[in-house]
């Protein structure tokens, strides 16, 4: 529920902040203390997001998956009810410590639950499962821009109400959960409880016969006894994790950098000067919500048949080409009567490669090239690397389309560029493959032959068989 109707929220929260300003002390607030207190409150969220990141190895390790998704729900109730309760309180203190709150919530969450899913998966189906979370990321965005028009909660008594539903996803999850098994991999390898790892594959499969999945665990377990927890520090220093830890960096950092937040703020005013009335951009920018979600839908089931490495390829090459038009259509759309037409189809293509590879299968991706000691850090940095890189876009943009203009999205061409460049000569295809499978891959990469050289991770295994 993060990205409501930003503009007319924006405007009737600022509001709220000078009227209790004005409640308190008598005095209308000035525009810079105004504008910074506004600011704050929209860079706690990514800011929350990195410390959420931070608390994942930790919390994984503690509770288990399941168990950090469970004390997860604190960080969205809490601030839900808080949010809500704003306007009636007068404090706009309560919704910038919220934003905060709900920040950590989405840092958490959206690390631990590809790790739970992908670790409870199928090879198979490992890819589909690992593309769900961006699936209902993207249906909970069309959701509150639905219930962001302005004829619905996005008005003067209704955005309380719209900033308190933050916590009916999470009431949900706190009641349904329970009843899930927790992560095979977790009970085999952390907690060394055989019987509990059957008992959830059992369950997850519907069939008894899991010996060969407990088997492909257990040489997992076998590989990697030696290493025990590895820390974000030792991620670092690890020879034999470095291709990994590189990609998973500039994957992160090539999703938010790539420009997709730039290209949802520019939305709105290229669908005005294409002639959008301004009560009607709220439904194009629905419509946009909609195929988003839509294009996720179709990258649930070609990803298991296309590969992960084709559609990263195929979705930054879309955005890349469209940041690149649209940089020519903005700058000739004074000159050029129909420019602005080929500005919405630029926003709209670059909204579908993003869909298709850069936003649902990096996470994906973390889960498949790290093996269960290293994967809470890898989570760690992934996920810091995402929220500072959101953090710094949201930050320095403004400035970057004050001084470059229609250029502005040139940078962001450039990063997509390269970041294309970069998967297309280093990541591999992890379709269908084991982890020792996928391990393997990057161990002769690496250039490790030998089981954790002081303490490293893996050396060549033989081939796996089994079927899962």
């Not at 931070?54 to 919390?59: A, H, M």
């Not at 500005?343 to 298709?356: M, N, Q």
């Not at 943009?397 to 280093?426: D, M, R, W």
């Not at 499978?437 to 250039?447: A, P, S």
Request: glycine fraction near 8%; charge should be neutral.
């Amino acid at each position: 529920m993060e990205q409501q109707d930003q503009s007319m929220k924006e405007g009737y929260m600022r509001q709220f902040y000078n009227e209790t300003y004005q409640d308190r002390t008598g005095e209308i607030m000035e525009d810079f203390p105004l504008t910074l207190l506004w600011s704050l409150t929209v860079s706690m969220f990514p800011f929350g997001g990195f410390i959420g990141s931070l608390l994942v190895g930790p919390l994984v390790n503690k509770f288990g998956r399941k168990g950090a998704l469970l004390f997860n729900n604190i960080f969205s109730i809490v601030p839900a009810i808080l949010m809500g309760c704003s306007k009636v309180a007068k404090s706009f203190e309560l919704i910038i410590i919220s934003r905060l709150l709900v920040g950590i919530c989405a840092g958490l969450s959206s690390n631990v639950v590809p790790m739970y899913l992908g670790e409870l998966a199928p090879k198979n189906l490992r890819g589909a499962l690992g593309v769900v979370p961006q699936l209902f990321i993207t249906v909970g965005i069309l959701v509150a821009q639905i219930f962001g028009l302005r004829n619905l909660l996005a008005n003067e008594d209704g955005w309380p109400i719209l900033l308190g539903l933050t916590g009916v996803p999470a009431a949900l999850q706190l009641a349904l959960l329970p009843f899930f098994p927790e992560s095979p991999r977790y009970l085999l390898i952390q907690k060394k409880d055989e019987a509990a790892a059957k008992k959830a594959l059992k369950t997850l499969r519907g069939w008894d016969s899991v010996d060969a999945e407990v088997a492909e665990i257990r040489q997992e377990d076998e590989a990697e006894k030696a290493a025990g927890f590895i820390s974000v520090l030792k991620l670092f220093r690890m020879r034999s994790l470095r291709w990994q830890l590189l990609s998973i960096i500039v994957l992160m950092g090539g999703q938010q950098l790539s420009g997709v937040n730039a290209i949802y703020y520019y939305a709105d005013q290229i669908y005005l000067s294409a002639g959008v009335k301004e009560e009607h951009v709220q439904y194009v920018t629905a419509g946009t919500g909609a195929v988003n979600v839509v294009m996720t839908f179709c990258a649930v089931f070609v990803v298991e048949l296309l590969g992960r490495r084709l559609l990263l390829l195929l979705g930054f090459s879309i955005c890349l080409t469209a940041c690149c038009v649209l940089t020519a259509a903005l700058a000739l759309q004074d000159t050029v009567s129909w420019m602005p037409y080929i500005s919405i189809v630029c926003v709209i293509s670059y909204v579908v490669g993003h869909a298709l590879g850069p936003s649902p299968i990096p996470a994906l991706l973390i889960t498949e090239i790290f093996l269960q000691s290293s994967r809470p850090s890898a989570f760690m940095v992934g996920g810091s690397v995402h929220w500072l890189s959101n953090f710094t876009v949201g930050l320095i943009f403004p400035f970057i389309q004050e001084g470059l203009g229609p250029y502005s999205f040139i940078v962001f061409a450039v990063i997509c560029l390269l970041t294309t460049i970069y998967i297309f000569l280093i990541v591999p295809e992890t379709k269908a493959k084991t982890f020792m499978e996928i391990n393997q891959i990057f161990t002769k990469m690496n250039k490790v032959s030998e089981v954790y050289p002081e303490k490293e991770e893996l050396k060549e295994l033989p081939p796996i068989t089994s079927e899962q």
